[in-house]
């Protein structure tokens, strides 16, 4: 885990707001703990991904005033009309994504940066991608003062993905999309494999898209889920 109290050099930042919001006490620790016990209960196994969700102090994502809920397993608003994903489907969708170390993972929709930290603390090079332009550029400020240097942050539109850093092994879309993005699963590794919520704006169906060395692809549709949508390429 990264030195969460000074972040740079272990000295106090220059900006000594940030520096103050970015506290993780034992009782955030404890709240965390609480919450990994919760997704287990809920049937969330993979112990990376648990890991993960354990040492990633979740209020650091979110607005000054949600805060205090944190480490409970819902969505909340961040800016720009957006939301960081329910602890829980942030886990489903890991866990169904499998990350390893040294996984090359595409994930469309940076939002908050918390779910490409979680992948990011399993070893995986994250490359993300954000359609509104002050979402991308927070994130990228706040990922850099807690050392993920190593996600890489892009503003564009996660419709036609990052054809310069194609193929990938696996690809995770955390907005909901209507339809397949054909030119993902162009960028997807042969064996690898796509984690997308399919469906209207009303309800999504999570949805695992493997692609097959004959160049066919076998699509499972699993839980049903609601994501703010995959808007178009009017990136601003
Ligand atoms: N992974 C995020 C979830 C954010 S919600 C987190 O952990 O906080 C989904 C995000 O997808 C929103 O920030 C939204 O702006 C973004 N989004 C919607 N359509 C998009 C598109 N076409 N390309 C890239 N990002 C998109």
Known sequence: MRNLLYPRNNKPPANLFLHLMLQDSFRHQGLRRQLVQQLRDKGIQNEAVLDAIGKIPRHFFMDNAFLEFAYQDKAFPISCGQTISQPYTVAYQSQLLDPRKGDKILEIGTGSG?????????GAKVF???RHKPLHENTRKLLDSL???????????????????APFDKILVTCGATEIPLKLIDQLKVGGIMVIPIGPLS???MTTILKKPNGETEIIQ??????????GDKAR
């Open 147 to 165: 050392n993920y240097h190593s996600i890489k942050t892009f503003f564009g539109d996660g419709f036609k993905g990052l054809p310069a850093f």
């Open 114 to 122: 918390y779910q490409s930290a979680v992948l990011a603390e399993t």
């Open 222 to 231: 699993l839980d049903k889920f609601r994501f703010v949508p995959m808007l």
């Open 203 to 205: 309800e999504q169906t």
């Open 128 to 130: 993300s991608i954000e």
